[in-house]
């Protein structure tokens, strides 16, 4: 397949992260409502890890560390057809050695996961066991793992949900509509990867993180988040700069 795309100068379609100001508008929504802010906790550790999402949903109470604050990524959890079977739930580990690695737990992170925990008591833990793992930090109503299409079901109805309110409010007030677009789990992986990219210079520390086992893809991300942070540099610099 290598092979033909590339014959065929095939592209793969740009994934774009959201702006700093989309980001805020997403989560405030999702943290400000009644029907939606139960999926904060997992929201916050997909903005705040980069994690892929089959990494996020099947992480593990004893994968974080909150004493040292690290998580470790050492598994994925995959929902998919296997030969005739029909679909389920499996345990994979990293294709790479880049994807088995270690991320520093941010303090916004550490406060979400121990929300879903505090929560967890109270409506009880994750009961499922796939391949031996077990454990699983987030579920659904059922106690059982949630799959990446389903959390994309998720993003689709808060979208929804914060435009159609946004449309009200900006009728109300004769102003234009802040307005979120279709984004979905690897959009949410982006957008940390892009921040990261705004306040860090260091490319291999960037791979290491993000779990990239070609730096081509972190320089790819890199090179579009510090073009915006350029374009706004010149911006700032217009008139302040005498040129002749």
């Not at 379609?13 to 939606?36: C, D, G, I, M, W």
């Not at 903005?47 to 994968?63: A, K, N, S």
Request: hydrophobic share 30%.
């Amino acid at each position: 397949m290598a092979e033909i795309k590339k014959s065929h100068a095939w592209e793969k379609p740009k994934r774009h992260a959201l702006t700093e100001r989309q980001q805020e508008l997403f989560v405030n929504f999702t943290a400000q409502s009644h029907q939606y802010s139960h999926w904060l906790p997992l929201i916050t550790t997909m903005l705040g890890t980069g994690c892929r999402i089959g990494e996020i949903l099947g992480l593990r109470w004893e994968d974080c560390d909150f004493e040292q604050n690290i998580i470790s990524v050492n598994h994925t959890l995959i929902y998919r057809k296997f030969t005739d079977e029909p679909c389920h739930y499996a345990v994979t580990t990293p294709k790479t050695k880049a994807g088995e690695r270690i991320i520093p737990m941010l303090a916004d992170v550490k406060d979400a996961l121990k929300t879903e925990y505090k929560q967890q008591i109270e409506d009880g833990f994750n009961e499922s066991v796939i391949d031996g793992y077990s454990g699983f930090i987030f579920k659904s109503r059922y106690n059982t793992v949630l799959s990446p299409h389903g959390v994309n079901r998720v993003l689709d109805r808060i979208i929804k949900a914060y435009n159609t309110q946004e449309e009200q409010t900006a009728k109300r007030e004769r102003r234009k509509p802040e307005l979120l677009p279709h984004f979905s789990c690897h959009n949410l992986r982006h957008t940390f990867c892009t921040r990261f990219c705004e306040n860090e210079t260091n490319l291999k520390v960037i791979q290491e993180i993000m779990g990239h086992a070609d730096i081509t893809t972190t320089m790819d991300i890199y090179n579009e988040a510090t073009k915006e942070k350029k374009m706004e540099s010149f911006a700032g610099l217009e008139g302040k700069i005498k040129i002749r």
